[in-house]
Structure formats: C-alpha cells, structure tokens
C-alpha cells in the first residue's frame, strides 16, 4: 500500500490520479465517479453520494481515508438523532464532581464555577471531532445515510457545511483550521433539501454495469475463478431485470460471491444458487419469486453468455 504517497491531496494532480489511486485500493470507478471526488478534495467541498443501497457509498470515504492517511469519523444517521449524539455534550457527571470539590474548598466564585462549561467538561462527537481545530490532519468525515435523519438536524448541518463551524452557546464558534473532508450519504429514501444539496458537489451512484460488476469482483476477491465471476455477475444482473422488492447492489454480489467461495464452487449450480440465496437476497417475498424461478434455465442462459 502506497499510502504515504497520497498523504496530502496535492498527489491528486489529475482524475487519473484519483482512479488509479482508487483502484490500488481495490475500488473501481469510472471517470465520472472519480472526477467527482477530485473535485470535492481539491474544492474541500462536500460531495453528495446518493443511490440504492449497497453501491459502493460508504465504501469510498473508508477508501479516501486510506488513501489521505488520515483518520475516518463516521456519523450513522438515524431517526431522531439530537445534538447531543451528533455534536457535542457536556460531562455532566465530572461537572458535580466539580463543583462539590468547589464547594468542599469553600471556593464559589463565579469565574471558579464558569469553568464548567468549558473545553476540559466538553464530550466531543463526531461532528466537533471533525473541525476540532487540533487535529494535526483534516480527517474523511462522513455522514452516513443523512435521509435518515429528520430534517430539523439536516438543517443543522447547513452553518457546518457552508463554513466549517459550529457554534456552542457557552463557549463560542468553534472553526476548522483546515476544513475536513465531507462525504455525505443518501439512500433515497426521503428527499435531502435544496439548502443542503447547494452546499455539495452531487453525485448518484447507479448499479454497475456488467463489466465493472466483474471487475469489482477480481479486484475484491483475486482468489475466485474467472468463471465463476463471469456467472455470479451475470446471474445477479439477470435478477435486477425482475421486479424485486431490493435488488441486489455489489455489497450483496461479493457476499454472495464469497459465500460460494466458502462452498468451495467453481462454477454455479442450482443447487448451489439455491443454497446460497439468502446471501443475496434480504427479503422472503424476494426468495420465494426468485426460488419460483427456472434456475435451471436461467443458468443454462448465462452460461452460453460466460
């Protein structure tokens, strides 16, 4: 791993640099995609991933972390998250250890008690960590699955977006010396709003096509034959031509793939297929139409295709 060589973004002089770099890291993208994130490191502005689950989202501010040498903060979205888990909190039980340690010393003075709502008594989370303006490198920060956030804390994330700050009412504006690098997932499943798209570079990431499905495979599992990629890609694109309740993404593609790796395949079966279906499949209704299916056939089509 060439790490130290991609340690600051100034190595990143073309988009060529960015797919290469991507794909010594085993993740493939096409021009599009890494114009994309060359854009949103050399701008240091946020870059909007949205698309079905299981594409590849997350996957690429763990690969940017890698490839900056520096630290990933993650924040999972969920609904109902507050301040308090995202940005910051106050130690609440440090602070009355605090003051009953003033108040044993009979020290009461006001500039005494104002210290506890200062930095010593401040829990950073992942927001704050990211613009902490000690922090010896920018760290990746991603925020992961935003649309399932409400959009009360999507709103709070405009005045961090926009100028890389956060405001705390007992201390002040805490700003980033150098502003972090911001990857923001979406899966779709509610509108992000326009405030918070204008803030970002966008990008949707579809499906792959056949051909960087299989791509994606050999450079995620070098180990497994040809033959067997070639089938397992063909397969699962046959399977999103159906009318699934969740098509399989390439998370679920390399599950599965290492699923029949682990069932010692060198090739699919139906039997195999069949077995092993619950690695590419979430849901019940989706096995029982894809368990409905002429496996047979299907196989039988794919593999005059390989």
Not at 41 to 53: A, N, T, V, W
Request: hydrophobic fraction near 40%; charge should be negative.
């Amino acid at each position: 791993m060439e790490q130290a060589q991609f340690s600051q973004t100034n190595n990143f002089a073309t988009i060529e640099d960015v797919q290469r770099a991507m794909s010594e890291q085993h993740y493939i993208t096409d021009r599009s995609l890494a114009t994309a994130i060359f854009l949103s490191l050399k701008r240091r502005k946020p870059l909007l991933l949205e698309g079905e689950p299981g594409v590849g989202k997350t996957e690429i501010a763990k690969v940017l972390a890698t490839l900056l040498g520096t630290r990933l903060i993650r924040l999972q979205c969920y609904e109902g998250i507050d301040i308090n888990t995202a940005v910051y909190e106050w130690n609440y039980t440090r602070q009355m250890l605090h003051i009953r340690l003033l108040e044993a010393s009979a020290v009461n003075q006001p500039t005494e008690m104002k210290e506890i709502f200062g930095p010593d008594f401040l829990m950073q989370r992942p927001l704050l960590q990211a613009i902490d303006p000690s922090n010896p490198t920018p760290p990746v920060l991603l925020i992961d699955e935003l649309d399932r956030s409400d959009e009360e804390f999507e709103a709070y994330l405009l005045e961090l977006l926009s100028d890389f700050q956060i405001t705390i009412p007992e201390i002040g504006t805490i700003q980033a010396k150098e502003p972090p690098f911001v990857i923001i997932t979406s899966n779709r499943t509610r509108e992000i709003h326009d405030a918070l798209r204008r803030r970002c570079l966008y990008y949707w990431i579809d499906f792959p096509t056949l051909e960087k499905e299989y791509q994606i495979i050999l450079a995620r599992m070098p180990e497994a034959p040809e033959r067997l990629a070639k089938q397992v890609t063909h397969f699962v694109h046959e399977l999103r031509n159906q009318e699934l309740y969740k098509a399989p993404g390439i998370a679920e593609t390399l599950d599965w793939m290492s699923s029949l790796l682990a069932l010692d395949q060198q090739e699919l079966t139906e039997g195999a297929v069949r077995d092993s279906l619950g690695a590419l499949l979430k849901y019940q209704d989706d096995l029982l139409k894809v368990g409905g299916l002429d496996i047979g056939k299907i196989l039988q089509k794919l593999r005059g295709a390989s």
